[in-house]
């Protein structure tokens, strides 16, 4: 910085950090290496700092002792009281919430957009994504819906034995994948490794300020980065969910061939318990699901800080969200299920 090396004893530096959100320990090295200049040089360093960045900074640095070369980091100022954390939660709970519905929002006028003038698509990205999230989650997909079979076919025989009714387990395993836990196991399989991946994703981009040079040069983050991902999960979704629900029937038919039970036996079952209804409605979920891991995904990716840290809760952020937000449409489907007698 040769400008502040030219200061001396009379002169100012001015610093304006009104704008600056957060203070990583970049900044934070910044910030003592301007007043390890000043001690040195003799100037003075006004801050303008309506956040309080720069104080908090000082505070939990021994600026003097620093300067000593005798620096220890303090202990931080935290607040413990009940009201001031309540506050804050309220604050923040707000804030993101206006934060995904202006998102949602933008997101739903770039789709409209996007049909409008589907060519602004970039397929080649679309099915790169679909790939990463589909294709490379089928191994552990198939193995979690296998060993859902064998442990649902299992538990059940068990109760069902006592009655001499076993076979009924190929009818109880094909209405529980089909209608509730096929959507919602593969749901949950991919916002634990995709939709955790799209948030890290596009939070290190921003970090790297890669999205500020696609704005920079008109493209915008909605079409270029965030639909592709969000069309790939929703499309992905009930193809995973289709493998899921075999592998599951698989588990249990070898099971209760265990027991005695010919496979046919329990094919036949399965195709009388399984209604058209049935399949469509878990698919169906299944799409739901992934729109809903796709948007929180790229949502909590696109409004994290410029930091680490911010990309590590981000990601956090996108599967607790995924998994609250599959939760409650859950219960939605099974409601309306109710409701239309499906």
């Known amino acids: 910085m040769p400008e502040i090396s030219r200061l001396g004893t009379g002169d100012k530096l001015i610093v304006n950090a009104d704008d600056v959100e957060s203070c990583a320990g970049a900044g934070e090295a ?138 009924y387990v ?52 909605m079409v270029f980065l965030a639909m592709p991902r969000v069309i790939a999960a929703t499309l992905v979704m009930p193809l995973l969910t289709i493998f899921t629900i075999m592998a599951g029937l698989l588990g249990g038919v070898l099971v209760l061939m265990s027991l005695g039970i010919p496979a046919t036996v329990y094919w036949q079952h399965v195709f009388n318990s399984t209604p058209l209804g049935n399949v469509m409605l878990g698919l169906s979920k299944a799409a739901v699901f992934g729109l809903l891991v796709g948007l929180v995904g790229c949502a909590q990716g696109l409004s994290a800080s410029r930091s680490a840290d911010a990309v590590g809760r981000a990601a956090t952020a996108a599967v607790v969200g995924s998994l609250v937000l599959i939760t409650v449409f859950d219960g939605v489907f099974a409601v309306l299920a109710y409701i239309l007698g499906i």
């Open 170 to 221: 190929a009818d109880l395993i094909a209405i529980g994948l089909f209608r509730e836990l096929g959507a919602l196991i593969t749901a949950i399989i991919l916002a634990g490794r995709s939709g955790s991946a799209f948030a890290a994703e596009l939070g290190s981009m921003k970090v790297n300020e890669e999205i500020d040079a696609l704005v920079t040069l008109g493209l915008p983050p």
């Open 30 to 167: 910044l910030i003592l290496d301007l007043h390890r200049r000043s001690a040195a040089q003799g100037f003075a360093i006004v801050w303008r700092d309506r956040r309080g960045l720069a104080a908090r900074t000082l505070r939990i640095f021994d600026v003097k002792k620093y300067l000593n070369g005798e620096a220890e980091p303090a202990n931080a100022a935290r607040h413990t009281r009940t009201a001031d954390q309540v506050g804050r939660a309220v604050a923040d709970i707000s804030g993101n919430l206006c934060g995904q519905l202006a998102f949602l929002g933008e997101m739903a006028v770039s789709a409209v957009r996007l049909i409008a003038r589907p060519g602004r698509l970039r397929l080649r990205d679309t099915m790169l994504h679909f790939e990463r999230a589909g294709v490379d989650a089928l191994p552990i997909t198939l193995l979690i819906g296998f060993l859902l079979g064998v442990i649902l076919a299992f538990m059940s025989a068990t109760s069902f034995r006592r009655f001499g009714v076993e076979v």
